[in-house]
């Protein structure tokens, strides 16, 4: 029996009077990937604040290991969880290394990052070749490996990403895809959000339908792949 | 022409002098404007409380020196900090709009200066004799160079050399770099941002501090020095708000220019000057010689 890690209870948050999430719940067990997919303005992003603590939820709960995660953004990054925000959000006037050590700004003074620089250059070896270069100088492309990478520097137990394949070649985004299952393989379990429906499906475990702040099915990813409704509305013109 | 050239390098002396002293009060400045996004008018409130500790610390409690001055940057540090918990972060709870930081900065700016009317007196006051040396060496033809300009570039020198060492050699001072890009994002790597907003604030109050220490001795301590501080607001515009080298670079500059302006023209025409040069900066290049690009800043 799987150990449920992460868990969302009933979640709603609101903007003055739009309601991003009216009551949404969800589970992450350990070791695992679980994607939440849904088209624009359907509270992905919300969601993935919400746990984050950088967005005010009115009303819901959020459990880690069982125990109520704080809603304070600095001590949820220091019980374990590291999100890739959407959009990357490299730190451009940072060098690649800079980027790589803010990541690691949870971790204890003392901590060895000698072992993590080496885990995150043997997913994405480009970096190394950046170090020195200034985040801001990177292609597309290198800036999601490089926002995947900083997350992974605070060795989070949950891994969340907000739409990785935002703006990506899909090459790129294959590339990018095959590493983060390498990284669940590790033991980190993954969050992903994405309007990248078939991305995501393939690589997840399972999947959560989200349109307009609620929920919409639910299942396995690879039932969901097949699924008629989820075909015809998300999976049409995805790549 | 032997004349002129020693009022040259006369006035250049006391150009670096002023700048150097502009220069830690611009630091702070661009400072809080680099994380937060607004100028905070409070500083020269922040200045006049290091004077007055300073003053006080000498003459009513008979510190030595060192002892007052780490006693008055300390006290502008932590008013600095106070200002910043009582008056902004109220404000940056509710709002994302900076003008409103920026009225209030003004608005404490007032209250500090008034709170010293109240309970001191408005009397310029003058740091005692005996604090700082005062020997004046003669260069050549007629050039002179006091201690207090070399100590003042020195200590300007000092605090800006631990400054750059703790931002760029420092967890926290990396964190502060992180944050001036993008504050969300810098919560995002576990950074308490209230924290990291509070050193902000306190490490701006203490290098305000030496500012005013430096300016209570070049002038006199009154409740209003710190209205001093909008020429350290005008350099830091003009080397663009928000870069510590344009802060330092503006500061230099502007030192520069009034002592010249005194110099060569007249000691009446050194704010015209001043002000010139901040209108033609705005024209010519609004962000500054070291100004991010608006397109940076999105
Ligand atoms: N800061 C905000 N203020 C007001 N409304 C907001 C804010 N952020 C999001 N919203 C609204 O909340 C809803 C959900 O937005 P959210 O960003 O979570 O969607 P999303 O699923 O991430 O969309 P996308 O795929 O475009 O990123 C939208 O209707 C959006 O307009
Ligand atoms: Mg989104």
């Not at chain 2, 700048?19 to 702070?28: C, T």
């Not at chain 2, 209250?111 to 005692?128: C, K």
């Not at chain 2, 992180?178 to 924290?195: P, Q």
């Not at chain 2, 001795?217 to 928000?242: C, D, E, M």
Request: aromatic share 10%; glycine share 10%.
């Amino acid at each position: 029996m799987p150990k449920i890690l992460l868990e969302a209870q009933d979640i709603h948050v609101n903007y003055g009077a739009i309601q991003a999430l009216a009551g949404f719940s969800l589970k992450l067990m350990e070791n695992e990937i679980v994607s939440v997919i849904g088209a624009n303005g359907a509270g992905k992003s919300t969601f993935m604040n919400a746990l984050m603590g950088m967005v005010k939820v009115s009303k819901g709960d959020i459990f880690l290991d069982g125990y109520p995660l704080s809603s304070k953004n600095y001590k949820v990054v220091r019980s374990g969880l590291a999100l890739v925000p959407e959009g990357r959000r490299v730190f451009a006037p940072l060098t690649v290394e800079e980027n790589l050590r803010i990541g690691a700004f949870t971790r204890k003074e003392t901590a060895d990052l000698q072992e993590d620089y080496d885990w995150v250059f043997s997913l994405f070896p480009i970096l190394k070749e950046r170090l020195n270069q200034y985040a801001g100088t990177l292609s597309g492309g290198e800036q999601q490996m490089l926002a995947i990478a900083r997350a992974l520097m605070a060795r989070p137990r949950v891994l969340l990403l907000d739409e990785p394949s935002l703006g990506l070649a899909p090459i790129i985004i294959r590339e990018i895809f095959r590493e983060l299952k390498r990284v669940n393989e590790q033991g980190v379990s993954i969050l992903l959000v994405e309007q990248n429906a078939r991305q995501a499906l393939l690589l997840s475990h399972r999947a959560y339908v989200l349109q307009t702040g609620r929920l919409l099915k639910e299942g396995l990813s690879k039932d969901l792949l097949e699924d008629k409704d989820i075909k015809a509305a998300y999976l049409g013109q995805s790549a | 022409m032997a004349f002129t050239f020693s009022t040259f390098i006369q006035q250049v002396i006391n150009g670096l002098s002023l700048g150097s002293v502009y220069a830690l009060i611009a630091v702070g400045y661009s400072l809080v404007y680099s994380i937060l996004l607004f100028s905070n008018f409070a500083h020269g409130g922040f200045l006049v409380v290091g004077g007055y500790a300073c003053y006080y610390l000498l003459t009513q409690w008979g510190y030595g020196v060192s002892v007052s001055m780490f006693g008055a940057l300390i006290a502008s540090g932590i008013t600095a900090v106070i200002t910043e918990r009582l008056a902004y972060k109220p404000i940056r709870e509710r709002t994302s709009l900076t003008l409103y930081l920026l009225i209030a900065s003004m608005g404490v700016n007032i209250i500090i200066e008034n709170l010293f009317v109240v309970t001191v007196g408005g009397r310029i006051r003058a740091l005692p004799q005996n604090t700082f040396p005062t020997g004046v060496f003669s260069l050549w033809g007629g050039v002179t160079l006091s201690a207090s300009d070399i100590l003042s570039l020195v200590t300007a020198v000092i605090f800006l050399g631990l400054l750059q060492v703790f931002l760029n050699r420092t967890r926290w001072g990396l964190a502060i770099r992180a944050a001036a890009c993008d504050i969300r994002t810098a919560g995002l790597m576990g950074v308490n941002v209230t924290f990291l907003i509070s050193l902000v604030f306190f490490v701006a109050g203490v290098l305000a501090a030496v500012g005013g220490i430096f300016l209570s001795v070049r002038y006199s301590l009154y409740p209003q020095l710190g209205s001093i501080t909008t020429k350290a607001f005008i350099a830091a515009v003009i080397g663009g708000l928000g870069s510590l080298p344009g802060a330092v670079v503006g500061s230099l500059i502007l030192g520069l220019a009034e002592m010249l302006t005194a110099g060569f023209i007249s000691s009446q025409m050194r704010d015209l000057v001043v002000y010139s040069l901040l209108v033609i900066m705005l024209l010519i290049r609004p962000a500054g010689f070291f100004g991010k690009e608006i397109s940076e800043k999105i």
